[in-house]
């Protein structure tokens, strides 16, 4: 509060959850104007029916994924994974991964297991 006082801005900063839902939620029920989220995460709640409008980006880079094993483990590439199950994430970004990949010739997306 009053940081941005000669702009003439009173902002109220909320802490929401971790979870971009959470901060969707709050943005749905009027709790907050803005929300911060990753594109990803704004992409799919929008694919699910969610009216949102990007007002400005602050980072141009995308956020990379991977997909990560044990060091220890056997798979050395993603043909040794399809037999494997997935782990992922509960965020947005992490189901649109698994989608993609399950869209790949030998995946399904029904080999992954939410947390």
């Not at 901060?23 to 594109?39: E, N, R």
């Amino acid at each position: 509060r009053g940081h941005y006082q000669m702009l003439a801005v009173n902002l109220n900063w909320v802490q929401c959850p971790q979870d971009a839902g959470a901060a969707m939620s709050m943005l749905s029920a009027g709790l907050i104007d803005l929300a911060v989220m990753f594109t990803e995460d704004a992409v799919a709640f929008a694919a699910e029916g969610n009216p949102l409008r990007l007002c400005g980006t602050f980072v141009e880079t995308p956020r990379a994924y991977g997909v990560y094993t044990g060091g220890g483990s056997g798979v050395r590439c993603g043909a040794d994974l399809r037999r494997g199950a997935i782990g992922m994430p509960g965020e947005k970004g992490a189901s649109l991964l698994i989608s993609v990949l399950g869209e790949q010739p030998g995946w399904s997306s029904a080999m992954y297991c939410p947390r």
